[in-house]
Every structure is written in C-alpha cells, then in structure tokens.
C-alpha cells in the first residue's frame, strides 16, 4: 500500500497527538490525590480509544488471595451487546489469558481465529461478550508480579495490533500501573495509620513525630491531651520542652540526641506540668526515620500517661519507708535496751563473781569463778556488737564515713580478711534516711562476702557521682553467674533494693564465676546537678 503525503502527514500528527496524550496522562496522574484515580482513569480509557478508534477498554484487577479471582474495575464501553460481569474466574474463563498475563506477557488476539487450542475458552467467553479482536497488557510496576491487566477491544471488525500500537498501549498501561499502585500505597498507608490509631486509642497512646530540621512537632489528639495542649495550637519542641519539669529537661534533651545519634530505640520517663498545673507522668518511645540520603529527618514516637503507676509506686514506697522507718526504729530500741540494761546487768553480774572470786580459798573455786567471769566479758561484748549491729549509734554521733571505718574495721577483725577503704567526704546536705540506707547495704553486702565470697579481699568505696553518693562493695571471691536465676531468695538483695528505690536510686549487682562480686548502691543526694 502506497502512502500518499497526505497519509504521512495524517499520520505523523496522529502520532504527535497520541505522544501529546501520554505526556499529559502522565504529568496528570502525578499531579492528581490518590482517591481521584479511579475517575481520571475511567476518562483515559474514552480518550485512549477515541484516539486508536477502539470500541471497549477494560481494566481487571486481581481481587482475592491468589490470581484466579479478578474484578472488573474500570470500564469503557460506549456501545452495546451483552454486559460485563464485575466478577470472574480467571482460571475458568480466560485460563489462557490468565497463564500469559501473569507471567508479564501480553495477549495479542487479532481475531478469534488466532487463538491457540489452549485458548479455546478464552475464544468462547469472548464471543459472549461480544468482542472480535482483542489486546490485553498486564499491569505491573518495578518489575514486581502483574496486580491485573487492561485490555483493549472492538467489537465491529477485526482489528490488527501492529508494533507501534502495541508501543503506545504499553506506555498507556505503565501509567495506569503507576497510578493504581500509588493508589494501593496510599490506602496501605491509611489502613495502617487507622489501626495503628486504633490501636493508640484503645490503648491510651498519643503519637507524634518531630521535625529534626525545623522542630516542628505533630502529634495526635491524645497526645495534646497528655500534655493539655489545646487542638488547634501548632506545636514545636520549644514549646513542648516548657511543659516538662525543668529537672527533666536535659534529660529530654540527651535522650533525643542519643536517639538521633544511634538510630536506636529510645525510652524515657518524665514529668509534664500541665497548663491548668496539673502534673503527670509521661512515658515517651521514639526512633529515627532517615530521609533516602540517610541523613535523620523525623523522630517518630508514642507516649502514654503513667501518672497512676507512680502515683500507686509512691503509696508504695510510702508505706515501705512507714515500715522501715518501724523497723529500724524497733531496732534502736532493742539496740539501747541491750547496750543500757543487758549490758550494765552483765557487768554487774562480773563485778559480783570478782568480789566472790577474791574471798574464796580453794584453787578449782577460784578458777571456775575465773571462767565465768571471762565468759560473762565475752558475752558483754557479744551484746555490744549485737547492738552496734542493731544501731549503729556512731552513725548518729559522728556521721556515715565514721560508721563505715567502724563496720570495715570489725568485719575485718572478726572475719580475717583485709578491708580496703576509699571513704570521700560527704556533702553537709546528706539526709540521716541516705547515710542509713547506705551503711545498711554496705552491711548487708559485707555479710554476703563473709557467708558466700570466700574472699581474700575487699574493697568499700564511698564517692559523689552524678549528683548522688555511691557506696560500693567488690570482693575477689568464688562469683556467681549474675545472669542466671537464683537457686535460692536472695533475700539480702531484695532488701538492699527495696531500701534504695525507696530514696529513687539504684543497686547494681556485677559478678562472674571466679571473678569476684561488686555491689554499687547510688541515691540522688536533693539539691546536687548530675
């Protein structure tokens, strides 16, 4: 067939308005929201076939699990004949379309004399439908398995599918994939932000994200609500950094540069004062997203309201310091009834056996009443110590490193083993309730090394750190597997803990078998910066 300049010139601009077409398509669907996609591409399929003079375009996508179910989900067809089902059996009708298009191949049908044997049902749900030549492109991005297929077909004569038309549907159904699949991120994304938000909401949860560049801050109802922000006050981190305590800022502060630094998971506690003067709890987790150079953008997190937790963890410890505080106050009395009665009446009793040793005149009277009188000092200063160790009245008289020299001194007397001693000097602000709670872990943590240790050594050490005191313990005994569960209730731990959690600090516990044993007691000393 000769092509007259009239044809040429025909053809080239029907090529140029088809190029035209594509680029405008596609600068559409990049420009348009996602849930305008179904629509613009309804009104590309009219404009595509307008264009290529074809008579139906239908877009399937798979529906189900796997790929035999498929819907009908855009459809251009401005003539009659017998309707499309919304709904099909991939697998029973078009098993031979289905084969091609899910491998990423297309299906080129000129006529329904060019189906293959394996295509005959294929043919035969054609002709019901009504179409006579038939073209389907799957729908695939990134090279990723196709998600359904486009086909284009008429319904009047038989149509040939040359090269270049082929050309142009493909980029036709590469922006149709483009467009859906943003479309399919997109509502993805929602349906996980509505359960995540579900989620945050059933569970008390405010979330957020920060802005690192700008210190912008977004954050969820529930989140303003935590910290008694008004919904419709734009937030930055400035802004939320005046609600915190003052006391807990810095280590706000630390804590997000420590996240952004290691891109790890960050967790922090601290207390908000609310603009109506409330004060809560607040518990915050938060990690880093990169932008695709890798450098942070966002701080992303969750925070939830634990004002209840501490206010129960207070009553807690109060009623755990009323029962210490008891206790230790029985102790005392014990301590000076000992020290006040039994001892002064054991005194009295060895000054009587004196009085009666020196009048008698028989030798083995005279020794006897010897022996007793040795075992009555004995037993004075057995009840000495039983006092000192009941209350250590040094403690009051003379302060807590007075104590400690004296508690190292006698367990170094009494159990044969050498005491090293680093003993710093104490702040003036040191409450009687901290130098308690510390001599009583150094005592009990002594007791441990004389029962279990089998040490050659210890060491107690006393310094200010990070705006508290540290008492610490470490011997060069047996050890134990720190890490593994106890055989038996280490009840001396137990203690040691819960007298120093009542005072907000801290015990640390570090051994290995073979490898000794150190105790660190730290407690916040009021008034002192970390």
């Not at 699990?65 to 003539?79: A, F, I, Q, W």
């Not at 990134?142 to 486009?150: E, H, K, Q, V, W």
């Not at 009687?432 to 004389?450: D, I, M, P, S, Y």
């Not at 313990?473 to 203690?495: H, N």
Request: proline share 6%.
């Amino acid at each position: 067939m000769a092509y007259t300049p009239a044809d040429l010139r025909s053809e080239l601009e029907s090529h140029v308005r088809f190029e035209t077409m594509l680029v405008e398509l596609s600068l559409q669907f990049l420009r348009i929201p996602a849930d305008e996609v179904d629509g613009a591409i309804t009104q590309a399929q009219q404009r595509v076939c307008e264009a290529l003079g074809v008579d139906v375009s239908a877009l399937w996508q798979w529906s189900g699990d796997g790929e035999s179910d498929v819907t009908l989900t855009h459809l251009h067809r401005p003539m009659g004949g017998p309707p499309f089902p919304q709904g099909m059996n991939a697998a029973e009708d078009f098993p031979w379309f289905l084969e091609r298009i899910s491998a990423g191949r297309p299906v080129v049908a000129p006529s329904p004399e060019d189906f293959p044997p394996e295509g005959a049902r294929d043919r035969e749900t054609l002709r019901r439908l009504g179409i006579i030549s038939s073209v389907a492109l799957p729908l695939a991005v990134g090279g990723a398995p196709p998600f359904g297929a486009i086909s284009f077909n008429t319904m009047r004569e038989r149509r040939d599918w040359p090269g270049e038309v082929l050309r142009r549907l493909d980029l036709v159904a590469q922006i149709f994939a483009n467009a859906l699949s943003r479309k399919r991120s997109d509502r993805a994304l929602k349906e996980s932000e509505e359960r995540l938000s579900l989620a945050a909401e059933s569970g008390e949860l405010g979330l957020w994200s920060l802005d690192l560049a700008g210190g912008r801050l977004w954050a969820t109802p529930k989140s303003r609500e935590l910290f008694g922000l008004p919904a419709d006050t734009s937030l930055t981190l400035d802004g939320v950094l005046e609600l915190i305590h003052r006391d807990d800022r810095d280590s706000v502060l630390r804590t997000i540069d420590e996240v952004v630094r290691s891109r790890q998971v960050g967790r922090l506690e601290y207390r908000v004062r609310r603009p109506d003067g409330h004060e809560a709890w607040i518990v915050s987790r938060g990690r880093v997203r990169c932008d695709p150079a890798g450098k942070p953008a966002i701080l992303m997190g969750v925070s939830v309201d634990v004002s209840e937790r501490h206010r129960a963890e207070e009553i807690s410890r109060n009623l755990g310091g009323r029962i210490l505080a008891a206790h230790e106050e029985e102790r005392s009395r014990l301590a000076r009834e000992l020290h006040d009665d039994v001892s002064q009446r054991l005194a009295c009793f060895a000054i009587d056996v004196a009085r009666i040793e020196s009048q008698v005149t028989t030798a083995s009277t005279g020794k006897a009443l010897r022996d007793l009188r040795t075992a009555l000092a004995r037993l004075g200063e057995d009840i000495h110590a039983l006092s000192h160790q009941l209350h250590p009245s040094i403690l009051v008289d003379l302060g807590l490193v007075a104590a400690l020299t004296a508690e190292c001194e006698r367990f170094a007397l009494q159990q044969s083993i050498p005491v090293e001693t680093e003993l710093g000097e104490v702040p003036d602000s040191l409450s009687r309730a901290t130098g308690l709670c510390l001599f009583r872990v150094t005592q009990e943590a002594l007791r441990n090394v004389a029962r279990h240790a089998r040490a050659g050594g210890v060491r107690v050490s006393l310094r200010e750190r990070d705006g508290g005191l540290e008492v610490r313990v470490g011997d060069d005994g047996v050890g134990f597997d720190a890490s593994a569960p106890p055989r038996t209730a280490r009840l001396g731990l137990v203690g040691m803990r819960e007298r120093v959690l009542l005072l907000h600090g801290r015990v640390e516990v570090a051994s290995a078998p073979g490898r000794g044993t150190s105790v660190a007691a730290w407690i916040p000393i009021p008034g002192e910066r970390p």
